[in-house]
């Protein structure tokens, strides 16, 4: 088996204890798979604001102008229920389409997670408000 020295903890290790580089000589990472991944949490944690936006913008499209655009457009308040974000212990979710992949619109999470369990399904929610309404004017008793 090959083994490697990582540059950071410098213990030799075998080269599967490598993430991948096409870039690097020998097709692998100069740091281990630990240091790598310590290292980027660490920088995670630090730069909280700017991994999101990385993420968002590797993800989605949406930069942080397109995102800040939409939080004035829809009154800093989800799409579908209206709370306003600063009541949220959590971010907001960026809805996008699964099809398109295009962004949409901010929701909360639990709005986001109703989308998705419906599965952007646009008759399964109409099924959904017609039952909601079917039962809502019915006291339905407890057997």
């Known amino acids: 088996m090959i083994n490697k020295i990582c540059t950071k903890c410098k213990k030799e290790k ?20 630990v240091c790598n991944t ?18 968002i913008k590797h993800l989605y499209g949406v930069t942080q102008e397109i995102e800040q655009q939409m939080l004035y457009d829809q009154d800093n308040s989800c799409a579908i229920c209206k ?37 952007d399904n646009i008759e399964y929610l109409k099924s959904a408000i017609l039952y909601l309404e079917k039962y809502n004017a019915k006291i339905v008793s407890n057997f």
């Open 83 to 119: 709370i306003n974000f600063s009541l949220l212990s959590k971010k907001f979710c960026i809805d996008h389409c699964h099809d398109s992949g295009n962004y949409r619109g901010l929701l909360c999470e639990k709005c986001n997670q109703g989308l998705g369990k419906f599965n």
């Open 38 to 55: 310590l290292q980027c949490t660490a920088w995670n944690r630090a730069n909280k604001d700017r991994h999101r936006y990385y993420s």
């Open 14 to 33: 075998p080269i599967t204890e490598y993430f991948n580089d096409k870039q690097k000589y020998d097709g692998k990472r100069p740091d281990c798979k």
